[in-house]
């Protein structure tokens, strides 16, 4: 059996072998290249033999994130109507959603297969409602400087627990996922999150959720879900444009925001981005 994990250290380069020892750490690197090379072949027979089952699953299953990449900043303009490219994938976010939610970062969900290989599951973009984030933010923390609010967790509770307009837009970026993998995903992932802001008692708000994603959605590369918080603590969902559910529940999300601008982020350096791209709507 194949295990799949993410790693969480940077690859260290390594060491030129001094002349006592490069004999024997040469017989290792070839020995160690040997083994890679049949982990890998056992990796892709695996991978071929369930890519819509087991494989697909544990590519999303997990909410610990992959750190091997570095990203650099975003910062997004206030005037700028461009569209932001994600990096790392060439996924296109508009700078404005509706009209007036205003992109506050881009992120990547990925999983790495053996240390090998890392796939790209799906890039993301946040958005929250210019004029709510000041109804709701500014009388708070307004006037407090950039620097004071970098790192404010308590800035990114009130931003979750408001009742700000927000979107999380996830564009699928690996074009063998199925809807199935998206929601048994978001029935562990999400399960996690109502289990740690609600308790245990709260399965049927769970499915009502998972069940908006139905084995008759197609989503290949480049299809859109959009999870949108609307003014009185409704989460809306749609894939492609079309509506598929909608369900009233401050506690439901909460749980979703959480997934990308929470404690334990998918991509930390996207909240990273959010936090910084936020302060400049604080002082308006």
Excluded at 35 to 45: D, E, H, N, Q
Excluded at 136 to 162: I, P, R, T, V
Excluded at 220 to 227: E, F
Excluded at 245 to 254: A, E, F, Y
């Amino acid at each position: 059996m194949v295990s799949f994990r993410f790693p969480f250290l940077f690859s260290q380069p390594p060491k030129p072998p001094n002349s006592a020892n490069a004999s024997s750490r040469t017989f290792t690197a070839t020995a160690a290249a040997a083994a890679l090379s049949v982990a890998a072949a056992g990796a892709g027979i695996v991978i071929s033999q369930s890519a819509n089952k087991t494989f697909i699953l544990n590519l999303l299953g997990s909410d610990r994130v992959n750190s091997c990449t570095m990203w650099g900043s975003l910062s997004i303009s206030d005037s700028s109507s461009s569209p932001v490219t994600e990096s790392r994938t060439g996924m296109s976010f508009p700078a404005v959603l509706r009209g007036s939610q205003r992109l506050l970062g881009v992120g990547l969900r990925r999983k790495a297969v053996l240390g090998l290989k890392n796939i790209d599951i799906y890039a993301f973009g946040v958005y929250a409602d210019d004029s709510d984030v000041k109804e709701f933010l500014s009388e708070k923390y307004g006037a407090l400087s950039s620097s004071e609010l970098k790192g404010n967790e308590e800035l990114k509770e009130d931003l979750m627990e408001s009742d700000v307009s927000m979107t999380i837009r996830l564009q699928i970026v690996y074009g063998r996922l199925s809807i199935k993998s998206v929601r048994s995903a978001f029935q562990e992932s999400v399960a996690s999150r109502l289990h740690k802001f609600g308790g245990s008692d709260n399965e049927e708000l769970l499915q009502r959720f998972t069940s908006q994603f139905k084995d008759e959605y197609k989503i290949p590369k480049g299809s859109i879900i959009d999870l949108s918080r609307e003014r009185g603590y409704v989460l809306r969902t749609t894939i492609d444009g079309k509506e598929v559910g909608s369900i009233q529940s401050k506690l439901l999300c909460r749980s979703v925001l959480d997934l990308y601008i929470g404690s334990e982020p998918f991509d930390p350096k996207a909240k990273e981005d959010v936090e910084q791209n936020l302060a400049p709507l604080l002082k308006k």
